[in-house]
Every structure is written in structure tokens, then in C-alpha cells.
């Protein structure tokens, strides 16, 4: 195992998640500039987000369920504008979610090919 699950999260899957937001958020209307305050990042970091040159690896919104989440989590960001720790907390919620259900297993494996996802189940052991 070259890459361990902790890892993956860091350079895919909360990437990936927050690419998914800034997403939500752009077809909500809102600008770049209305983005990057709203989840307390750069008007650079939502520029490649929505470019795709950031969190692109992973398709979050072929997982119905944690679309879902961050469907939600955008609605409470327009209308809260909460601070940038209950959002980070909130995508953090929902990453060991998505490792508990075993949804990074296959592109784990892809980043990471002696990652046997037949045999390796510490994420869904761990957070499942």
C-alpha cells in the first residue's frame, strides 16, 4: 500500500467534495468572488474547482446520497453563512461517510494499484 486511505482523502476525495460544492453553489447563481466568500477560500481555489482543474478525479455526484448532503450543506450555506470551521466539519462528516459505505474503494485502487479492494476493508471496518 503506497497511498493509505488518509492519504487519498487529502489529495482526492475532500478536493472532490469541494469541487461538488463550489458546483452547487455556481447554480445557485452565485459568482466566483460570492463563492470564494462564502466558503472562506480564494476566488483562485473556486476558479480551478469550477475549471476542473482541482477535485476532478471524482465524480461525486454519481453517489445519490452524499449529493445529497452537499446539496444541503449548500442550502445552509447560502442562508447561514456559516463560519469556515462548520464547514470544513461538515465535509469532513461526510468524507468518512463516503469511506465507512466504501465509496473511495475503487478509486483508491486506481491511485494505489496494490490496493486490493477484495481484501483491504479498513475504511468500511473503521468508519462503516
Known sequence: MKTNAFDAVAKYVYP????RLVGLLRERGLNQIQIA??????QSAVSR?????????IEVEKFPDIDEKLRGLAD????EKPDEY????????ITVEMLGKG??????SRVDPEIDPKKCRICIETFG
Open 16 to 19: 472532490a467534495l469541494r469541487r
Open 37 to 42: 466568500e462564502l466558503l472562506h477560500i480564494t
Open 49 to 57: 474547482y469550477l475549471g476542473m482543474n482541482r477535485g476532478a478525479l
Open 76 to 79: 445552509r450555506i447560502m442562508k
Open 86 to 93: 462548520y464547514i470544513h466539519g461538515e465535509l469532513i462528516k
Open 103 to 108: 465509496y473511495v474503494c475503487s478509486f483508491h
